[in-house]
């Protein structure tokens, strides 16, 4: 079992900059590939990043290459997202996620075993 809570999220303008945490308890957190999802109000939830266990393999969505970065800290069991440019777009309930299994794309919601709350972003135009 492993317990996921996402923090970090507000209010920021558009170009500007938000580093979201998700601190994970229970069992070993480097057993957990993990990913960052995002719902917008009336759409489903979507893949936003993923990490691998280690940290070496990362994976983002399209919309969001070249302006969020995911990162881990295994000693610290957090993973980030830290993300620039926002966009009103960007807008939503960011949700972070645990996978059990290695070598997975990983871009689907039921790849993953554990989530957490949510943070929410809103970004401003």
């Known amino acids: 079992q492993v317990q996921l809570v996402e923090s970090g999220g507000g209010l920021v303008q558009a170009g500007g900059s938000l580093t979201l945490s998700c601190a994970a308890s229970?069992?070993?957190?480097?057993?957990?590939?993990m990913g960052w999802f995002r719902q917008a109000p009336g759409k489903e939830r979507e893949f936003v990043a993923r990490?691998?266990?280690?940290?070496?393999?990362?994976s983002y969505a399209d919309s969001v290459k070249g302006r969020f970065t995911i990162s881990r800290d295994n000693a610290k069991n957090t993973v980030y997202l830290q993300m620039n440019s926002l966009k009103p777009e960007d807008t939503a309930v960011y949700y972070c996620?645990?996978?059990?299994?290695?070598?997975?794309?990983?871009?689907?919601?039921?790849?993953?075993?554990?989530w957490g709350q949510g943070t929410q972003v809103t970004v401003s135009s």
């Open positions: 990490i691998s266990r280690v940290g070496v393999t990362t």
């Open positions: 996620a645990a996978d059990a299994t290695r070598f997975r794309i990983g871009v689907r919601t039921d790849e993953y075993n554990y």
């Open positions: 229970g069992r070993s957190f480097s057993s957990y590939a």
